[in-house]
């Protein structure tokens, strides 16, 4: 069965900490997975898609890697701005998109 | 600017009582969808529809109906079977079923007294 493991749950960090946020997938067939930003009480914004192993993307301060099992945001000298929850969802052979329960990230002043 | 438009953005609702949402887009995308976000929870998809007059059942579609009489309107209604309808709704759109990332709206919560 397809699934997407986003960790951790909460990320607390002070202003400038970089740090990452994992995605772990199972699916079959990939075709691609996708970063998406949600502010409180918003739809998803996106950010992201990665179509193969070895990928990279970069917007601003966030970084995304794919690797064939995981996929990392990773997040450098983040500001305030940056809280938000961010979202992973892989895109299999059926075309389903699956996505993940999100992190909440705290960057704190 | 192109985009999706929900509404409303709150509702509240008796118990026993259907509820339609709204969702309007401008992208000329062909396809689009319903999930359904609680918290501590991913994305759950209820409804999807690839073209006019065709939809199909999500992996959460019991106690809710679609429709898509145009391509740039797919409103969800949340019928009284629905037995805990209390949510976030989203409606979101790709250009096609299985053409990649999709681009959602600024969301619905639904409340049920």
């Known amino acids: 069965e397809d699934q997407v493991t986003q960790s951790p749950e909460a990320l607390r960090l002070q202003e400038g900490e970089s740090s990452s946020l994992n995605c772990s997938y199972t699916v079959s067939g990939l075709r691609g997975l996708f970063w998406y930003r949600q502010d409180p009480g918003k739809g998803p914004e996106f950010l992201f898609t990665l179509y193969s192993a070895g990928e990279e993307k970069e917007k601003e301060r966030l970084k995304a890697t794919l690797t064939k099992k995981e996929s990392f945001l990773h997040i450098t000298a983040p500001k305030p701005e940056d809280s938000a929850t961010y979202l992973c969802a892989v895109w299999g052979r059926d075309d389903k998109i699956i996505f993940g329960k999100g992190t909440r990230l705290h960057i704190l002043p | 600017d192109g985009g999706i438009t929900q509404s409303p953005k709150y509702l509240f609702r008796k118990e026993g009582q259907n509820v339609t949402l709204s969702c309007e887009q401008n992208l000329n995308h062909d396809a689009m969808y319903w999930y359904r976000q609680d918290p501590g929870q991913g994305l759950r998809l209820i409804y999807y529809?690839?073209?006019?007059?065709?939809?199909q059942k999500g992996d959460i579609a019991e106690g809710y109906s679609v429709s898509r009489e145009k391509k740039e309107s797919f409103p969800l209604t949340v019928t009284s079977a629905q037995k805990n309808p209390t949510a976030f709704y989203l409606c979101a759109s790709s250009i096609g079923l299985g053409t990649g990332e999709l681009f959602f709206g600024e969301g619905s919560r639904l409340t049920v007294l």
């Open positions: 529809s690839q073209i006019v007059n065709d939809f």
